[in-house]
T-cell receptor
Framework: GEDVEQSLFLSVREGDSSVINCTYT??????LYWYKQEPGAGLQLLTY?????DMKQDQRLTVLLNKKDKHLSLRIADTQTGDSAIYFC????????????FGTGTQLKVEL | NAGVTQTPKFQVLKTGQSMTLQCAQD?????MSWYRQDPGMGLRLIHY???????DQGEVPNGYNVSRSTTEDFPLRLLSAAPSQTSVYFC????????????FGQGTRLTVV
């Protein structure tokens, strides 16, 4: 089966950039996602990238995809205390019917 | 809009009891799914449905049953609860397309004692 791995914790100071990393093993993955989970809440989609793209930028968020190394990253510029949450990467593949395989999640803590 | 609604939010069960976790969506989404979230393991797919009357197993289906009699509802049944089923359960729905957003409910925190 597919494995999607993330580091468990990341701590940054407010105003700094955060980089959350994710590695995956399934080369047939077609779509890769970043979801955010705030305490006591469900998951919200932040952004996604197609496997034929290298980079996607959306306001403070930059997603980088290295297909050769099967490595995905999410950079949050000017990190704010409201960005404190758990971030999940997820993958699916063509014909997968939106069955998502999630990473273990990275808890981001933003300190003043 | 209500989106995806899960009930109850919290539940404590004794080992061997059965119960049904409810999930309803009002977005006319074809695709619905159930995940469980455990510390350090992310979310794992339990069961999913691509439309009314159609269900299939995910990664961790044992001990759970589902049915999809309507587009709106997708209940998850625990047949005989075990402590290993202590978890947070999330229901999600989406249009049946890989690139669309999956909408998640707020979760049900289940403890089996």
């Amino acid at each position: 089966g597919e494995d999607v791995e993330q580091s468990l914790f990341l701590s940054v100071r407010e105003g700094d950039s955060s980089v959350i990393n994710c590695t995956y093993t399934d080369s047939s993955s077609t779509y890769l996602y970043w979801y955010k989970q705030e305490p006591g809440a469900g998951l919200q989609l932040l952004t996604y990238i197609f496997s034929n793209m290298d980079m996607k930028q959306d306001q403070r968020l930059t997603v980088l995809l290295n297909k050769k190394d099967k490595h995905l990253s999410l950079r949050i510029a000017d990190t704010q205390t409201g960005d404190s949450a758990i971030y999940f990467c997820a993958e699916t593949f063509t014909g997968g019917g939106n069955k998502l395989t999630f990473g273990t999640g990275t808890q981001l803590k933003v300190e003043l | 809009n209500a989106g995806v609604t899960q009930t109850p939010k919290f539940q404590v069960l004794k080992t061997g009891q059965s119960m049904t976790l409810q999930c309803a969506q009002d977005m006319n989404h074809e695709y619905m799914s159930w995940y469980r979230q455990d510390p350090g393991m992310g979310l794992r797919l339990i069961h999913y449905s691509v439309g009314a009357g159609i269900t299939d197993q995910g990664e961790v289906p044992n001990g759970y049953n589902v049915s999809r009699s309507t587009t709106e509802d997708f209940p998850l049944r625990l047949l005989s609860a075990a402590p290993s089923q202590t978890s947070v359960y999330f229901c999600a729905s989406s249009i049946r397309d890989e690139i669309t957003e999956a909408f998640f409910g707020q979760g049900t925190r289940l403890t089996v004692v």
